[in-house]
């Protein structure tokens, strides 16, 4: 469990808004021995929990070794060992909870899977770190290349697997399989990978353009623009110049559909290439979007 409240707020009140920070035993500094202290009081009508204020000894000045306190700090220098959490950069404190999950998501692997000892040092290209979320996944210390491969080193597409990863294993278990990392991956219906790559969907252009690229590359290499432009005249749509310039920005800055080398267009996430594939018949999909953006440019039409 990882809150990050701001500077600000105070320690006690905000610990004590968090239920799922409480488990058996909790260790806790001086500032929490007010409301925490209290709501921990509260939930052992119903909840095995122990509660241990950390205080410094009355009386001596100075630097003083607290119990426990060693592993806080320890905590503090694994996480500072990342470059992007060695200072407070973030405006939102929601964004460095999540940094912490995904560190320590690396570190956990590291000790409870017998992962790859592949290197992958040189995988991330100057064109591919626009992407933010690409930032230090190397650092992660997690390198199961089946994953980053799949992932396209998205850090937030590797910090899911991971998760999910964790859960297939039991306490016993030091190492995974392949077949684990694959089923993790293509997952069900339902899973939080499939989730995260839904975003791009909303609107008929944009998956079109996907759609397209998915045909063109079925029989060629990655389209430049024109040659997907030309696709789209072929399947009977002209997009309007605007549209088309809005919705290929729109996926560039969304890492779905991205310019290459010599300006072609690809989708750098093997995994959402594949999950689009499997949807159905790329052609059959193409036309209902193209039948979708028709009827929406008529119905704007109409409207003006």
Request: aromatic share 6%.
């Amino acid at each position: 469990m990882v809150e990050i409240s701001m500077s600000g707020s105070g320690e006690g009140p905000g610990a004590s808004q968090r239920p799922g920070l409480l488990d058996q035993l909790i260790w806790a500094d001086g500032a929490y021995a007010g409301a925490l202290l209290q709501w921990v009081a509260q939930l052992r009508r119903c909840n095995p929990l122990r509660m241990e204020i950390i205080k410094r000894k009355k009386g001596l000045n100075g630097f003083q070794l607290l119990p426990h306190r060693w592993k806080v700090e320890r905590t503090f220098a694994w996480l500072g060992r990342h470059r992007r959490m060695s200072k407070d950069y973030e405006k939102l404190p929601q964004t460095g909870e999540a940094l912490v999950h995904v560190i320590m998501i690396g570190l956990m692997l590291r000790r409870h899977a017998a992962t790859s000892r592949r290197s992958c040092s040189g995988r991330f290209r100057p064109s591919g770190q626009r992407a933010s979320g690409r930032w230090g996944t190397c650092r992660l210390g997690f390198k199961h290349p089946l994953i980053l491969d799949a992932t396209g080193c998205r850090a937030n597409l590797v910090s899911i697997a991971c998760s999910q990863l964790i859960r297939t294993l039991d306490a016993r278990s030091r190492q995974f399989t392949r077949p684990q990392v694959e089923q993790v991956l293509r997952g069900e219906d339902s899973s939080p990978l499939r989730d995260e790559l839904q975003y791009w969907r909303s609107a008929p252009l944009d998956r079109a353009l996907v759609h397209a690229a998915l045909l063109h590359k079925d029989d060629h290499d990655a389209p430049l623009r024109d040659e997907l432009v030309a696709r789209l005249k072929a399947a009977g749509l002209q997009p309007d110049g605007r549209d088309l310039d809005a919705s290929l920005e729109r996926l560039e800055l969304g890492y779905v559909l991205i310019r290459g080398e010599g300006g072609r267009l690809r989708i750098p996430v093997p995994l959402l290439a594949w999950l689009v594939q499997e949807e159905g018949d790329l052609a059959e999909a193409l036309a209902d979007d193209i039948a979708e953006y028709q009827r929406g440019r008529a119905a704007g039409a109409t409207g003006g």
